[in-house]
Structure formats: structure tokens, C-alpha cells
């Protein structure tokens, strides 16, 4: 059973970087086929989705965040990451990281971020 | 990018009534649809991928249909632990979207 956990700070300065990286274990995130994704959930609020990464680095990232975004695999360590730069408190959210790159069949628990000063 | 919108927004059910969760697409996303299931605190779980196939593990309570814009989840006769939030997803589109939900709550 594959198993996804996120980890990072949970406060993040506006115009800072918010980073988190995302541990997968049961499974590796080198095994062919498979994406790596990160998903948003706003407070009370529906499901964004951030973008997919590929274990040779290839990536695919939502256009409205494409800018601010980067995401990136660490075989070695079965992580991947994802940066989010120059946060605004509308970038306060549970983040989840999931297998998969257009349904998600695995995902992490979830970690909030909230951006304040 | 493709919107999706889902009815109703919130629904109230008692264990074994049959519910139905529609969800429309802005624009054709052929089969590219799946539905997720999500309680309080906790991260959505995959019910139904490609419109209408079962996840594995999940019960055979649980039906998808649709395709091109419009789609439904049915639950044949809902039970206790199947209250919560349920999501559409479409993967057709240059971006991903999620429906808003609908809330299904205890009559």
C-alpha cells in the first residue's frame, strides 16, 4: 500500500517561499508510470489542483500558478517537492501531494499552510 | 480553463436511500471525469475514474455514468459511512478543475 506524507512549515511571510516536500513510501517515485501531484484545498473551500511531476523531471503545472511554481524528484530520498514563490494570504491552504496525474488514487494527509505575517 | 459545477450543492439522505450527484462540464471532456469522496479532515478518496469504472476496493453501492458534458454519481442505497463532501474532477482540459461539491448530511 503506498503511502504519501507531507512535511514543511506550516507559516509561511507574504512574498516568502512556501516549500514542502512530500515522503512516499510502499512504492517508489521512480517506478514507471506513475505522477506525482500536489493538490490545494482553500479553508472551507473546494480542491485546486497544482501540478504533476514525472520521475525523469518532466512536469506539468496549473497556468494560474505556473509562474510562481516549481517541483522537483528526489529518487534517492522517494520525495518530491514543490516551491511556491511570492505567496499572498490567498495561497493559505491545506496542501495535499497525490499519486497520480490525471485521477489520484493515493494521497498524503494533508499539511496546512497558512500565509501571515 | 473547463468549469465544472455540480447539483445539488447539498443534499440530505437517510441510510438507504438511493442518491444522485450530477455534475456538468463547460465544455466536452469525453470520458475524462472521476468522483471523490471526502469527510472532515480528511483527504479525498478516489470512488470512480474514467466516468464509470469502480476504484478498486471501493463498494459496488457506488455507480458512475456520462460522458461529453454531463455525468452522475449514484449511491444504490447510501450508508452511514458515506456521508461528506463528493467532488468531480475533470482531466481533460490544459488544467485540471474539481466541481465545488456537494454536501451529502444526515436527514
Known amino acids: 500500500q503506498v503511502q504519501l506524507q507531507e512535511s514543511g512549515p506550516g507559516l509561511v511571510k507574504p512574498s516568502q517561499t512556501l516549500s514542502l516536500t512530500c515522503t512516499v513510501s510502499?512504492?517508489?517515485?521512480?517506478?514507471?508510470?506513475?505522477?506525482w501531484s500536489w493538490i490545494r484545498q482553500h479553508p472551507r473551500k473546494g480542491l485546486e489542483w497544482i501540478g504533476y511531476?514525472?520521475?525523469?523531471?518532466?512536469?506539468h503545472y496549473n497556468p494560474s500558478l505556473k509562474s510562481r511554481l516549481t517541483m522537483s524528484v528526489d529518487a534517492a530520498k522517494n520525495q518530491f517537492s514543490l516551491r511556491l514563490s511570492s505567496v499572498t494570504v490567498a495561497d493559505t491552504a491545506v496542501y495535499y501531494c497525490?499519486?497520480?496525474?490525471?485521477?489520484?488514487?493515493?494521497w498524503g494527509q494533508g499539511t496546512l499552510v497558512t500565509v501571515s505575517s | 480553463d473547463i468549469q465544472m459545477t455540480q447539483s445539488p450543492s447539498s443534499l440530505s439522505a437517510s441510510v438507504g436511500d438511493r442518491v444522485t450527484i450530477t455534475c456538468r462540464a463547460s465544455?466536452?471532456?469525453?470520458?475524462?471525469l472521476y468522483w471523490y469522496h471526502q469527510k472532515p479532515g480528511r483527504a479525498p478518496k478516489l470512488l470512480i475514474y474514467?466516468?464509470?469504472t469502480l476504484q478498486s476496493g471501493v463498494p459496488s453501492r457506488f455507480s458512475g455514468s456520462g460522458s461529453g458534458t454531463d455525468f452522475t454519481l449514484t449511491i444504490s442505497s447510501l450508508q452511514a459511512e458515506d456521508f461528506g463532501t463528493y467532488y468531480c474532477?475533470?482531466?481533460?482540459?490544459?488544467?485540471?478543475?474539481f466541481g465545488p461539491g456537494t454536501k451529502v448530511d444526515m436527514k
Open positions: 497525490a499519486r497520480g496525474a490525471e485521477e489520484f488514487d493515493f
Open positions: 474514467a466516468a464509470s
Open positions: 474532477q475533470q482531466s481533460y482540459g490544459d488544467s485540471f478543475t
Open positions: 511531476i514525472y520521475y525523469n523531471g518532466n512536469t
Open positions: 510502499g512504492g517508489s517515485v521512480s517506478s514507471g508510470g506513475y505522477y
Open positions: 465544455q466536452n471532456i469525453r470520458t475524462y
